[in-house]
């Protein structure tokens, strides 16, 4: 498939998940096991719940290419036949709660892995999925965060119109919640979505909103899906939209915000960070700091299987052009292309 017709398929494909899941499923599931189907409790939902963590961790650490292969073993061998088997609806709606995280989990990975239409296309597959499985346990936030994952997709492969609609889906879906850090994170979803849609109005009104929930959040994230998203990471996201909208000086501060103040506990994230504020440092053409970032970028880059990572070094080295000759442009080249080589 060539990648026109793949956008084509993949956007309709996004849009489709909106539509309403088997809420049943679980009940039904309850009433209709066989008698020779495996017997599923509290342990094995701690056991799904425990190595979406660990994968997840490791992930964080050194990008969705690293150990995507172990997720999706542990989701098709041991998961796959816990869904088909023996719960109560209590448990069964906590394990298709956990699945609903792992299965969201393989998505990211999948995405973050590669550029190509098999990666991009699973982890479509992956979100939409998730997406089912948590309506089915009637979890909202991780029914928002599986929208969240198809809108920021939808953003990447430049189809801003569906980013948008799923982007307000996902804010509908995480209304009520009492977690302001999740609120946080789906009102910053729609806000990116409409600035690269160019719509100015909107993406500050949800940056605004988001805003107001990251400030209300506790200094302890808790054990929600949506607590990784701290105000380190909003600020981050909050820097690239205001990028975005042009406002380059308040989209350094954010920025800086992130790595200065509130730290970034993830090699991966802090090096994508590094990364934009190279590139915003750029933009208001101070070189200098745009080096300075670029060097600290490429040496926390170093080991990490991130699709992301790879684009941030591509625009690093496009733009490294412009400077040719000068002896710390050249030397930030050379260690550009070593990165790229391990990555190739």
């Known amino acids: 498939m060539d990648r026109r017709k793949f956008l084509a398929a993949s956007s309709g494909y996004a849009l489709s998940a909106l539509a309403l899941p088997d809420l049943e499923s679980v009940v039904r599931r309850t009433r209709t096991a066989s008698s020779g189907a495996v017997r599923v409790g509290a342990g094995e939902v701690s056991a799904v719940r425990q190595m979406v963590k660990a994968l997840g961790d490791s992930a964080a650490e050194l990008g969705g290419g690293h150990a995507r292969h172990l997720a999706v073993r542990y989701l098709t061998q041991d998961v796959a036949p816990w869904l088909n088997g023996r719960f109560t609806e209590s448990t069964g709606r906590e394990l298709f709660a956990a699945s609903s995280q792992l299965v969201h989990l393989a998505g990211w990975m999948a995405q973050d892995e590669g550029h190509g239409t098999e990666h991009q296309g699973r982890a479509q597959q992956y979100y939409a999925h998730a997406y089912r499985l948590a309506a089915e346990a009637g979890d909202p936030e991780l029914s928002a965060t599986a929208l969240r994952g ?68 506790p200094d302890v994230s808790g054990e929600s899906w949506a607590a990784h998203y701290s105000p380190g990471r909003w600020a981050h996201e909050s820097g690239m939209i205001l990028s975005r909208l042009g406002d380059l000086d308040a989209a350094e501060e954010h920025l800086h915000l992130a790595l200065d103040i509130h730290g970034l506990d993830r090699r991966r994230t802090r090096a994508i960070v590094l990364a934009d504020l190279g590139g915003v440092r750029l933009r208001q053409d101070d070189l200098d700091g745009a080096l300075s970032s670029w060097n600290e970028f490429v040496e926390c880059a170093e080991g990490i299987r991130s699709v992301k990572v790879r684009n941030a070094v591509d625009d690093m080295r496009l733009r490294l052009n412009r400077f040719q000759g000068t002896v710390a442009t050249e030397e930030l080249r050379r260690k550009a292309d070593q990165l790229m080589t391990w990555h190739s």
């Open 150 to 217: 198809l809108a920021v997709q939808a953003v990447d492969l430049g189809y801003r119109a569906e980013a948008v609609q799923l982007g307000e889906a996902c804010v509908r879906h995480g209304r009520h919640l009492e977690n302001p850090r999740a609120v946080a994170y789906y009102e910053a979803t729609l806000a990116n979505a409409a600035a690269q849609d160019n719509d100015r109005r909107t993406a500050t009104r949800h940056l605004v909103l988001s805003e107001a929930a990251i400030c209300r959040s």
